[in-house]
């Protein structure tokens, strides 16, 4: 093993062994190369006065060497900060913006002792992370049985994790009953991954301050009976809550630095949260018991997600990642991300409007418990999800995403608020279409 991956594990056990029990394979051996041509590089920058020969970028000065058909595109924005490399571990004051925001929109995460945030190459890079650190090949990883499709790409098809699925509702609740059984099935001493995303993809739901009090504590006693935990809270949809009783503040408040055996792990993005998708800006945190703020286990996880990031793609945007940081500390930020929170809020009670006065949908198909993010999910108790799917597709032109065989998922956040009730209407058409 390479003398810095040594350094860092070192660095996690004498803080809290199980953190380092925790890690994949991979984990373990992983390191950022702070003695190579990073480090040397700089090194460089801060004593090189006269020449400086080391990193692989053209310059003109001190300034980058640029197209001006590229840097047309980008009035206002400096061709270094644009066009130059950015850390691997991401630009500083954006991790430093991002946690600060993390603080703001969590306030009961004030006193609690979490790393810094990495930067992403958007949530799914995260998620990799999550994987390539902590799942080896036959890993148990838990999650609803209504997920993300990409859970499945990632953790099962590249890291070849075992899969297990909870059943998320008991009525129109969380099952908390399953959730636990599939946990109470852990040997004290083993290790479990677990993954818990609200807003909910597909289903659009986030539980009440009860449940997800309940989620921490299940997750907390198994901790508490030697279950080595690794939680992964996915908050991608972070910050689009609409119904009163839905939890306001990430999962995550619940159960960071709450036990020894128990590492938690945020994965969030200003993919959803700041409205922009496709600059790729994702972030990872850490924190677990017996690691207070500045602690060495964090500066070590900090640099092993560094150093998976440096390996696989070197760094992320640093255009992205300015832009981001450049908005997180705009003075209208908040005030402009609540206008876009309003305007969905308002397509989501257009939908609870129009379910409330077509009770013949339920005919076919009825909602799942929804109350956030992007999107609510209907169950067909008759037809198969995908056959109305295509039909919906090949007569009227609608798109809607079937998810396995009896659910549909609706993105009413693409949808204008005139959009909604006419789509309903067309996938209840569609559905007296195939009954006949």
């Known amino acids: 093993m390479n003398e810095l991956a040594e350094q860092l594990n070192e660095q996690i056990r004498s803080v809290n ?23 040397q590089s700089a090194e460089a920058k801060k004593l090189a006065t006269n020449f400086n020969a080391t990193i692989g970028t053209a310059l003109d000065g001190k300034v980058a060497m640029n197209l001006p058909c590229v840097m047309d595109s980008l009035p206002g924005i400096s061709p270094n900060d644009a066009l ?20 703001h929109d969590n306030p009961s995460l004030n006193g609690t002792a979490f790393s810094l945030p ?64 599939h946990l109470d099935k852990v040997p004290a001493g083993q290790k479990i991954v677990v993954i818990l995303n609200f807003p909910n993809n597909p289903t659009g739901y986030t539980p009440n301050e009860a449940e997800g009090q309940a989620l ?13 935990v690794v939680a992964v809270v996915d908050d991608a949809y972070y910050g689009l809550f609409y119904a009163p009783d839905a939890m306001h503040q990430s999962l995550f408040c619940k159960i960071a630095g709450k036990s020894r055996n128990l ?23 850490f924190a677990i018991g017996g690691a207070g703020e500045g602690s060495p286990l964090f500066t070590a996880m900090e640099a092993k997600a560094a150093g998976v990031v440096r390996a696989v793609i070197s760094n992320g945007s640093a255009l992205s990642q300015k832009l981001v940081a450049t908005a997180l500390t705009n003075p209208d930020f908040y005030a402009q991300r609540q206008k876009c929170v309003d305007a969905m809020h308002e397509r989501y009670e257009k939908v609870v409007e129009v ?44 798109g809607c995403i ?12 693409s949808l204008s608020v005139e959009q909604v009730e006419p789509l309903f209407e067309t996938i209840f058409k569609a559905c007296q279409d195939l009954a006949k």
């Open 17 to 39: 062994p199980v953190a380092f029990e925790v890690l994949s394979e991979l984990g373990k051996r992983i390191y950022f190369p702070s003695k190579g041509i990073l480090s």
């Open 263 to 285: 590492m938690a792990i945020k994965a969030d993005a200003a993919t959803k949260e700041c409205y922009v998708w496709g600059l790729r800006v994702g972030f990872i945190s």
């Open 402 to 413: 079937a998810i396995g065989c009896e659910n549909l998922r609706v993105a009413f956040s």
């Open 355 to 398: 379910f409330g006065r077509h009770p013949e949908y339920a005919e076919f198909f009825e909602p799942y418990p929804y109350n956030s993010g992007y999107f609510m999910c209907v169950h067909f108790a008759k037809l198969k999800a995908d056959a109305v799917r295509r039909h919906l597709l090949q007569k009227y032109g609608a």
């Open 118 to 181: 990495v930067v992403t190459n958007g949530l799914t890079h995260a998620l990799s992370l999550v994987g390539d650190l902590f799942v080896n090949p036959g890993d148990t990883v838990l999650m609803p049985n209504l997920n993300w499709d990409n859970y499945l790409l990632n953790f099962e098809d590249r890291l070849q994790a075992n899969l297990e699925f909870f059943t998320f509702f008991e009525g129109d609740h969380i099952n908390l009953k399953d959730f636990t059984a």
């Open 216 to 228: 921490a504590d299940i997750l907390l006693k198994t901790a508490e009976r030697g279950v080595k």
């Open 84 to 103: 130059l490399y950015a850390p691997s571990y991401g630009q500083k004051p954006l991790r430093e913006a991002w946690k600060a925001k993390i603080l």
